[in-house]
Nanobody, 121 residues
Framework: QVQLVESGGGLVQAGGSLRLSCAAS????????MGWFRQAPGKEREFVAA????????LYADSVKGRFTISRDTAKNSLYLQMNSLAPEDTAVYYC??????????????WGQGTQVTVSS
């Protein structure tokens, strides 16, 4: 089992920045593909960014490309999301997720509880 705990959310003005962290425990996530998702009020959860188990590739939703950066620190068993140029439409609960590299589907297996990001205009 992998436990994921997000942190770093908060209230920020439009144009500002936040850095989200996701601390993993239970197992090392060095063999896990990891991602960030978000869910705004009244909307379905949506993909934000993903990073391969070895950090060799990243993927971003078009809405955050060029503004957000996903990274991981295997030694710290942690995942990060640097968010710059934040806009009110980025307001959501942000979740980190993990999926073992051997899992063939795109569904993530483990999820955190989420951290709230609110961007004021």
């Amino acid at each position: 089992q992998v436990q994921l705990v997000e942190s770093g959310g908060g209230l920020v003005q439009a144009g500002g920045s936040l850095r989200l962290s996701c601390a993993a425990s239970g197992r090392t996530t060095s063999n896990y593909n990891m991602g960030w998702f978000r869910q705004a009020p009244g909307k379905e959860r949506e993909f934000v960014a993903a990073i391969a188990w070895n950090g060799g590739s990243t993927l971003y939703a078009d809405s955050v490309k060029g503004r957000f950066t996903i990274s991981r620190d295997t030694a710290k068993n942690s995942l990060y999301l640097q968010m710059n140029s934040l806009a009110p439409e980025d307001t959501a609960v942000y979740y980190c997720a993990a999926r073992h590299k051997a899992v063939s589907t795109t569904e993530y297996t483990y999820w955190g509880q989420g951290t709230q990001v609110t961007v004021s205009s």
